[in-house]
Every structure is written in C-alpha cells, then in structure tokens.
C-alpha cells in the first residue's frame, strides 16, 4: 500500500534512459536491495529448452526467493535472454536428489506487497524486447496491442513422489509458505536450485508470503485453481468468455440447447412468413392472370345431364309435342299471287282445314303444295271454301298415316284459359306460340277488297294475345288439352286496322280466330256439298246508320223491299225503320254487330230480338233462315 508514502512515478510514466545504439538501459536492483518496483513487474520470456523440438512448451515460473544466508545474485541455470529458470532446492528435512523439489517463484518487497522479475546480471543477455518509450506493455513488440504468451497441451499426471505446481501461484501475487518453511526476507531472493532433468516435471514449492500476512490454513483438499499458465488444448471443451459455451475451433461460442432451440423457432417462424407472403403474391398473380385471360388451359364449362324427353301433357311442351304432326304448312301459287300460310289435319282422308284468303290466290287453276311437320310434301286440290266465314277445307292425295288434331268446344272456353298457337309466321314452319284467351265473343270484320262487301267476312272471333302473325292464318289454337278451340285468323296491327292476314305487319298481342263450334259446321258442309249455309233474318241493313243499334233499311238491295217476303223477319213483324238494340239479350251497337251475332248461329236457331220502333221498345222470336254462301 502506498499510504504515508510518496507516489511513485509508474514504470509506464517514467522515463527509460537509453545508449547511443538506442537500446534502453535495464540496470536490475543491487545486490541485496530490493526491487523498488511500486508493484509492477515484467513477465519473463521462457527459455529455450534443449530438447525442444519445435512442439509446445511451458512457460517458466519466476525464480524462487533464496533462504536467510544464501547468496543473491542469478542461479547458476539461468537461460537465455537473461530470463532467470527455475531451480531445484533441498526440501525442508530431506537429502538433496532425494525427488521431493519445488521451485520457488521471487518475491520482491514493496508497500503493494507484489512480485517483479530480477535485472540481470552485468554479463549476461538482454531482454528480448528494448523498454519502449511509449509506455507500451513490457512484452510483445511495441504496439498497441501484443500477441497472447505462447501455451501447450497439459501435462500428464505426475510420478509419484513429485511434487505438481500449485497453479494457484499467479505471477505478482502472494502465495502461501508452506508449514515448517521460514518466509524469505523482503529484498532477499531466494537461492537458485540445481537444475531438473528435462524429462522431470519441475517440482515447485509455496512462495513466500509477506511479513506482516497471517500464515494461511492447510488446504482443505487439492483444489485446482485455474492458472492462466496452463497448457491450452484446442479441443478441450473450455468455456468462452462471458460464459455463452465452449469455444470452436473458430473461436465462436456453442449455442446451448436453449439457444439453438430459439433460433429454430425463429428461422421456422420467419421462413412461414415468407412462405405466406410468396403464397399470397402467387396466388394474387395467378387469380388476377385466371381473370384476365379466362383459365389456364382448355376450357371446359359444367352442363346438365340428359335428361328424359317426354313432358307434362298440359305443359306447352307436352301440347306442342302432340299437336306439331297435324299441322302444315300451306305454299299457294295463282294467278293472284302467291302466299303462304297453316292448315291442319281434320281426318284420315287428308282433309285440311284452312282459312279462304289463304287459298283464294290459287284460284281455280292454281295449285296448292302442303308440307308436313317431318318435311314431307305432297299436292293439294281444293275442296270448298266460303269468304262470309273466311274458312276453306283442300285434301292431300297419295298420303296415308296422318293423325288428325281432335276439336274441342269453343263454348267451354272462358277468359284466361292458357291457349297455344302454332303456325308458319313469315315461312317459319312449326313456330309455336303461347298465351291465354283475352276475350270471347269479339264482333270484327275482315277483306272487303272487291268493294262490294262480297268478301266481307263477318266472325265472332276468340281474342288472344298470343302471337300471330302473317303466316299463321289457318293455324290451329289449342287449349290445355291439345284440343282445337279456333282457327287463326286475324290480327290487329299498329299501323291498320283488323284484317284477316292483309298486313305485313307483327303481332302487337291482338290475335282473333274463329271459334272452332263455327268452324265445324262450315267445313263439315264445305266437305259435303262444297258450299256452307250462312243463318239469316231476311232483312236489309241500313250500312250508314251511325246510331247505336242496328237499323232496318228503307229499301231493299237491288229495289227490292227491305224485309224478305215470307222471312224469319217479316213473320216476326220487324218492318223497314226499326232499330235492333238485342240479340239473345246481349247489346248491339251496329249493323256488322248484329250479322256477326247471327251467322254465330247455325240455320234453324231461334234468336229473341229486341226492336225498338217510335221510342217504343219490344221484344220478338224468330227463327233464322238459310242462304247459300259463295
């Protein structure tokens, strides 16, 4: 301790003097006196074994103290470079040679109580390395930083007897004397002991302790300490500073299990980030390419199986399936043009049923080409027609096998019953339709081209607002049952009024056929006499009567009387002036009106008339009379 002292320059502070060849002075401490060295000390360079090889070495220790009365000074086996080695000594109360050795390490005095290495001699070698200057540590070459001491491999355990070092012994510091040995005086070195065999490891003996230090105890048991002198083994599973594991060859410290186990965790968590984040632009990228070009590949898209082809009987379908072999399609060619339009089959026979102007263009010397549903044709003759029912009946020849479609009762229809029109609008063969009934009972007009009414047809029509147009004149109109309720006959276009397949224009969802209870009986007497009977009253009507109400006329066609001598009229007392507001109790607004009601009727039905004459309304029967038709 420095307490009560001067402070002492430090060996790193003070200045060195040096010769003229620039080497530094190192005078070592007299004889006798001790090394003033404030606690600091010089390692000692190793010497040079003899039977060194080129392998590992070991470090020497400083030399030991020397005893009261033994000479001071360097042992007789001092090495090279002035480096004092180790010597052998007598031990305490044994004979010298005896095996029992132990080499001492010299203790200098000082108020710190530490160790420094002894000058040498005048005569012998120098250090290896010159004082530096610049306050540089004392070994390695000048520099900031110095290379480690060199180190070897352990030494095996020693032969019985020999004495091992006590690694406790660290360079500068105290070490405990061993019992029964006096401590060598401060500033006295101890003397040098005769040199061991080389094959011998160097027995060494507790270093002395300062004066004024308590004697330790006796060791419990031989503890290893460690000693930064040990020999280095490369592979020994040494601890790496900071206590991370043992070192690599590298140098870089052994991850513990716990270690490793983290790191593997977190190279696994990291790597399913990265795998996410690759997934997800793949996929992004394969997802935007799939939308813009549609798929990869063949395209194949999801379909319905097959399915079985019947339907529901009452569906439209089912309707159209049964009813589609009985229709045809009806090409005329005259010398009044050509047209085209639908027919079907009324009986086994080939006798068809179609409307007047679909035939009328063919004439007398016309002629008249029928093509069934499945494509075959066959020629057709004329067999009766009448214009005042717009109806017409031609027959097929050399055609067997055909199934004609069965007639219902246009009576028994009623305002919204589903219908089904199949027809060839515009040369379309077998277009069918769908719709209901819109109205019964519907008074309209159609033709009237030669301008003496002569083709004027009359037709208390069904209306349907399913389509029509030019084509499916003739057609059937069926009901649920695929039974004919009415022929196709009429429309309403946008641009003209009602005509019986006269425009060219479309369906507009105004569709009139003639019911089909009229249509029967007209082709039943076309196809057995070739003319059909129209019911009449045998009056004359007044055509230019605007008021409501059908008005008898003042004088009959052709000058004749306006009421028919012995009619259905005449016997009924209707006289020329009055005005028919009834029929049957149903409201008349017009002469056509009132032709319409009655030709609705067959010849021989009574009708109940309401006649109206001076302001004066009654009521009469009669019974409707026939007239050729044309």
Not at 364 to 385: C, K
Not at 406 to 429: C, E, K, R
Request: glycine share 16%; charged share 20%.
């Amino acid at each position: 301790m420095n307490e009560g002292k001067p402070t002492k320059a430090k060996w790193w502070s003070r200045p060195r003097p040096q010769d003229l060849s620039g080497e530094p002075e190192s005078p070592g401490p007299a004889p006798g006196e001790p090394a003033d060295t404030d606690g600091d000390f010089e390692l000692a360079r190793p010497a040079a074994r003899p039977d060194e090889d080129g392998g590992d070495y070991e470090l020497r220790r400083p030399e030991p103290v020397p005893a009261d009365g033994e000479p001071t000074g360097a042992p007789a086996g001092a090495a090279e470079d002035g480096v004092p080695t180790t010597s052998a000594v007598p031990a305490q109360g044994g004979a010298a040679g005896s095996g029992v050795e132990s080499a001492v390490s010299a203790v200098a005095a000082g108020d710190a109580g530490m160790a420094s290495c002894a000058a040498p001699a005048d005569g012998a070698s120098r250090p290896l390395h010159d004082p530096d200057p610049y306050s540089t540590p004392p070994y390695g070459e000048p520099g900031p930083w110095a290379p480690a001491p060199p180190v070897q491999h352990p030494a095996g355990a020693p032969a019985h007897g020999v004495a091992t070092a006590d690694r406790s012994a660290m360079p500068g510091m105290p070490v405990p004397a061993p019992q029964g040995t006096p401590a060598a005086p401060p500033g006295i070195p101890a003397p040098a002991a005769p040199p061991q065999p080389p094959s011998a490891p160097t027995p060494v003996l507790p270093a002395a302790v300062h004066a004024d230090a308590q004697p330790p105890a006796p060791p419990l048991a031989p503890t290893p300490a460690p000693d930064p002198w040990q020999r280095y083994d490369p592979w020994a599973a040494a601890v790496a500073p900071g206590g991370h594991g043992p070192l690599q060859q590298n140098g870089a410290g052994v991850l513990s299990t716990e270690q490793r186990r983290r790191r593997s965790r977190k190279a696994l968590a990291g790597g399913a980030v990265l795998l996410a984040l690759v997934s997800g632009g793949v996929g992004g990228a394969m997802g935007t390419y799939l939308e813009r070009n549609g798929g990869v590949g063949t395209v194949e898209l999801p379909q319905a199986g097959k399915e079985p082809a019947g339907r529901d009987a009452d569906s439209v379908a089912g309707i159209a399936g049964r009813a589609l072999p009985s229709v045809v399609t009806l090409h005329v060619s005259g010398s009044g043009g050509q047209g085209t339009g639908t027919g079907f089959v009324l009986d086994a026979r080939g006798h068809i049923l179609t409307n007047n102007h679909v035939v009328q263009s063919a004439g007398s010397a016309g002629g008249i080409t029928v093509t069934f549903n499945g494509g075959e044709t066959a020629e057709a003759e004329l067999v009766g027609r009448d214009s005042g029912y717009d109806l017409a009946v031609v027959k097929v020849k050399g055609v067997r096998g055909l199934t004609p479609l069965p007639l219902g009762n246009s009576d028994n229809v009623q305002v919204g019953d589903p219908v089904v029109a199949i027809g060839a609008p515009f040369d379309l063969a077998g277009t069918v339709t769908s719709g209901i009934i819109s109205a019964k009972q519907r008074p309209i007009t159609a033709g009237g081209e030669k301008g003496d009414g002569s083709d004027v047809s009359y037709v208390d029509a069904l209306q349907t607002d399913a389509p029509i147009n030019p084509g499916n004149s003739g057609g059937p109109l069926l009901d649920a049952k695929a039974r004919v309720i009415g022929i196709n006959s009429a429309i309403r276009s946008a641009d003209s009024g009602s005509e019986l397949d006269g425009g060219r224009s479309g369906s507009i969802g105004l569709g009139f056929a003639i019911p089909i209870n009229q249509g029967k009986r007209v082709a039943e007497e076309l196809i057995n006499t070739g003319k059909a009977t129209h019911a009449v009253i045998g009056i004359t009507l007044d055509m230019d009567y605007t008021g409501d109400g059908a008005r008898v006329a003042a004088e009959g066609s052709e000058g004749g009387p306006p009421v028919t001598s012995g009619g259905p009229g005449a016997k009924a007392g209707i006289k020329a002036g009055d005005v028919i507001t009834e029929v049957d109790g149903q409201r008349v607004h017009s002469g056509e009106e009132l032709i319409v009601k009655t030709r609705a009727h067959r010849p021989g039905d009574r009708l109940e008339l309401t006649v109206e004459r001076a302001g004066k309304e009654r009521t009469v029967s009669l019974v409707l009379g026939s007239s050729g038709g044309s």
